[in-house]
T-cell receptor, first 117, second 115 residues
Framework: GAVVSQHPSRVICKSGTSVKIECRSLDFQATTMFWYRQFPKQSLMLMATSNEGSKATYEQGVEKDKFLINHASLTLSTLTVTSAHPEDSSFYIC?????????????FGPGTRLTVT | AQTVTQSQPEMSVQEAETVTLSCTYDTSESDYYLFWYKQPPSRQMILVIRQEAYKQQNATENRFSVNFQKAAKSFSLKISDSQLGDAAMYFCAYNNAGNNRKLIWGLGTSLAVNP
């Protein structure tokens, strides 16, 4: 149980275009999902917290107009990187929390490697 | 603010031996959760073990166990009978009871397992 999928696993886009990453909880309903960015050999950096049916809460320093997050259903959250630049190239990971579990652990998707050329 | 510290950037262990990864944290809360996550080369984050702060008994999951010292704010992970597949980055994380219950992450420990 507690499986999270993420699509696509890899994406290459041209500078100035937008790219959407999907995160789905497959066997549970996730009222809260999280989006992280991870640089090589570093820890996870939380970008935003996504709550179903409401606006995402962005961490300090994360541009909300650049990284658009939509949590339209209990099983799907999307991250859209708008007007992508080469410095946006990174590994993006989503996670979801199962509200039926009291321990608040997060279950992670396999990640998306974004390369902006 | 809560912080999580992993003081060992890299560690190595011989196959079949035991290794302990350190983690300390700082918080003023009394009720919280602690986790160890594993990130192998595939980069898929995997939950290894969880510990509820209100439980005195140390959590155990097969070859993985923790030494939870609440007063000392220490949460170390012991891996017994190390296997080649245990080679990965290991992250210690603290669950923040407020602020949407975010996870506060340590910087990670890279574990190498030598055959």
């Amino acid at each position: 149980g507690a499986v999270v999928s993420q699509h696509p696993s890899r994406v290459i886009c041209k500078s100035g275009t937008s790219v959407k990453i999907e995160c789905r909880s497959l066997d549970f309903q996730a009222t809260t999902m999280f989006w992280y960015r991870q640089f090589p050999k570093q820890s996870l950096m939380l970008m935003a917290t996504s709550n179903e049916g409401s606006k995402a809460t962005y961490e300090q320093g994360v541009e909300k107009d650049k990284f658009l997050i939509n949590h339209a259903s209990l099983t799907l959250s999307t991250l859209t990187v708008t007007s992508a630049h080469p410095e946006d190239s990174s590994f993006y990971i989503c996670s979801a929390r199962d509200p039926t579990r009291s321990s608040y652990e997060q279950y992670f998707g396999p990640g998306t490697r974004l390369t902006v050329t | 603010a809560q912080t999580v510290t992993q003081s060992q950037p890299e560690m190595s262990v011989q196959e079949a031996e035991t290794v302990t990864l350190s983690c300390t944290y700082d918080t003023s809360e009394s009720d919280y959760y602690l986790f160890w996550y594993k990130q192998p080369p595939s980069r898929q984050m995997i939950l290894v073990i969880r510990q509820e702060a209100y439980k005195q008994q140390n959590a155990t999951e097969n070859r993985f166990s923790v030494n939870f010292q609440k007063a000392a704010k220490s949460f170390s992970l012991k891996i017994s009978d190390s296997q080649l597949g245990d080679a990965a980055m290991y992250f210690c994380a603290y669950n923040n009871a407020g602020n949407n219950r975010k996870l506060i992450w340590g910087l990670g420990t890279s574990l190498a397992v030598n055959p």
